[in-house]
């Protein structure tokens, strides 16, 4: 499956980005998917998780509450809606999926991977 995420740009303290991944070449709707940072200087860190089915969800301790991870399977897409950001969300985002039924926080569980999006916060 090859993943394509867009959306990110630059964006002011207390606003509101919504990151977008589309997947083709695969069965997207019996894949779990999970959107991942990795800031400068920093290793690859878990954001949020969905399950296949859309019932399940997981999110880090630092976004819970202001981000959102959910899916559309009509159009292979899953999203990230991300309010009230702040600056230390400032990261290249990556979504993931995971095409061997692992669901979770572990980079390690996802076997398919987009190519980034930047997200800039300024304070």
């Given amino acids: 499956v090859?993943?394509?995420?867009?959306?990110?740009?630059?964006?002011?303290?207390?606003g509101s980005l919504r990151l977008s991944c589309a997947a083709s070449g695969g069965t997207f709707s019996t894949y779990n998917m999970g959107w991942f940072r990795q800031a400068p200087g920093?290793?690859?860190?878990?954001?949020?998780?969905?399950t296949w089915?859309?019932?399940?969800?997981?999110?880090?301790?630092?976004?819970?509450?202001?981000?959102a991870i959910s899916r559309?399977?009509?159009?292979?897409?899953?999203?990230?809606?991300?309010n009230s950001l702040k600056p230390e969300d400032t990261a290249v985002y990556y979504c993931a999926a995971s095409t061997r039924g692992v669901?979770?926080?572990s980079?390690?569980?996802y076997d398919s991977w987009g190519q980034g999006t930047q997200v800039t916060v300024s304070s």
């Fill in 107 to 109: 980079r390690w569980g």
């Fill in 103 to 105: 669901s979770g926080s």
């Fill in 42 to 50: 920093k290793e690859r860190a878990f954001v949020a998780a969905l």
């Fill in 53 to 67: 089915t859309g019932g399940s969800t997981a999110y880090a301790d630092s976004v819970k509450g202001r981000f």
């Fill in 72 to 82: 559309d399977n009509a159009k292979n897409t899953v999203y990230l809606q991300m």
């Fill in 2 to 14: 090859q993943l394509q995420a867009s959306g990110g740009g630059l964006v002011q303290a207390g």
